[in-house]
């Protein structure tokens, strides 16, 4: 499955099984400025676990929907985060 917008997923959507992380939480993150995967990994410990969240080469069963760098990305393209210089 794939999101064309951040708006997408329900922001209850547990992106990050093993820390039980929502996508409202990593939205929040990134709005608070953590803009690059390890401040946000940091920032709410997705990823720390199994790390299947963090990207799809993580992941290679593909067992999760969205992951750490498609909502990074995303979050870039909507404005979210500042441009990378």
């Given at each position: 499955?794939?999101?064309?917008?951040?708006?997408?997923?329900?922001?209850?959507?547990?992106?990050?099984?093993?820390?039980?992380?929502?996508?409202?939480?990593?939205?929040?993150?990134?709005?608070?400025?953590?803009?690059?995967?390890?401040?946000?990994?940091?920032?709410?410990?997705?990823?720390?676990?199994?790390?299947?969240?963090?990207?799809?080469?993580?992941?290679?069963?593909?067992?999760?929907?969205?992951?750490?760098?498609?909502?990074?990305?995303?979050?870039?393209?909507?404005?979210l985060c500042p441009k990378e210089s």
């Amino acid at each position: 499955m794939k999101f064309d917008q951040l708006g997408s997923i329900e922001e209850i959507y547990t992106v990050c099984e093993c820390m039980d992380v929502s996508y409202g939480d990593i939205l929040k993150a990134i709005k608070e400025g953590n803009c690059d995967l390890d401040s946000l990994m940091e920032a709410t410990d997705a990823g720390t676990g199994c790390g299947k969240c963090i990207s799809p080469d993580e992941d290679p069963a593909d067992e999760r929907a969205i992951h750490l760098t498609d909502i990074l990305q995303l979050a870039k393209a909507e404005g979210l985060c500042p441009k990378e210089s």
